[in-house]
């Protein structure tokens, strides 16, 4: 099974500054036609996951551009540019390559 | 408007058998692979079973195998999982996703499966 660990797990930021979570996957998530197959999701309070990020840097429809995916093969960045308080949550990374899929721990970014 | 809509989630004994119900609607329900994935209580988020277009490819996770069973009905734009012999573990939100770019892109309010006696 592929194992996706991320860090920090928890993310304490002041509104208006940059904030950065990482993934890891424990083999390559880089299909044969050129795509990672990695995602990014917010779960916010009481609330279903939403899906952030595909194929490791696109953005899902509707996500403002604050939020960046980056990262190939097996490392992976999410960063917001400025945190606004609608942004806390739990931040998980997703592997969609290959069955069975999983999730890592989840980041947990709250405002200071 | 895009969406999953899940139901049947119920307080059931162990070895008791649920089935979930997602009914899609605003896309192609036949074009997508769709899947379910839960959350026990204050954890993250856990895989449990994903079915291809057509229903000739499904996966699930290990724990999971030999008991529960998704399947669709196209007919009802709807994704089913069958859950027998739960077990206290299986207590859990159960969302419904669709699946495209290999990322669940469309999400559920899920539904609240508990198993205990």
């Known amino acids: 099974d592929i194992v996706m660990t991320q860090s920090p797990l928890s993310l304490p930021v002041t509104p208006g500054e940059p904030a950065s979570i990482s993934c890891r996957s424990s083999q390559s998530l880089l299909n044969a036609n050129g795509n990672n197959y990695f995602g990014w999701y917010l779960q916010k309070p009481g609330q279903s996951p939403q899906l952030l990020i595909y194929?490791?840097?696109i953005r899902a429809s509707g996500v403002p551009d604050r939020f960046s995916g980056s990262g190939s093969g097996t490392d992976f960045t999410l960063k917001i540019s400025r945190v606004e308080a609608e942004d806390v949550g739990v931040y998980y990374c997703m592997n969609g390559l290959q069955v069975p899929i999983t999730f890592g721990q989840g980041t947990r970014l709250d405002i200071k | 408007e895009v969406q999953v809509v899940e139901s049947g989630g119920d307080l059931v004994q162990p070895g008791g058998s649920l089935r979930l119900s997602c009914a899609a609607s605003g896309f192609t329900f036949s074009s997508y692979w769709m899947g379910w994935v839960r959350q026990a209580p204050g954890k993250g988020l856990e895989w449990v079973a994903t079915?291809?277009?057509?229903?000739?490819?499904?996966y699930y996770v290990d724990f999971v195998k030999g008991r529960f069973i998704i399947f669709s009905d196209n007919a009802k734009n709807s994704v089913y999982l069958q859950m027998n012999n739960l077990r206290v573990e299986d207590t859990a939100v159960y969302y419904c996703a669709r699946a495209e770019a290999g990322a669940y892109d469309i999400w559920g309010q899920g539904t609240m499966v508990t198993v205990s006696s």
């Open positions: 079915m291809k277009e057509g229903g000739s490819d499904k």
């Open positions: 194929f490791g840097s």
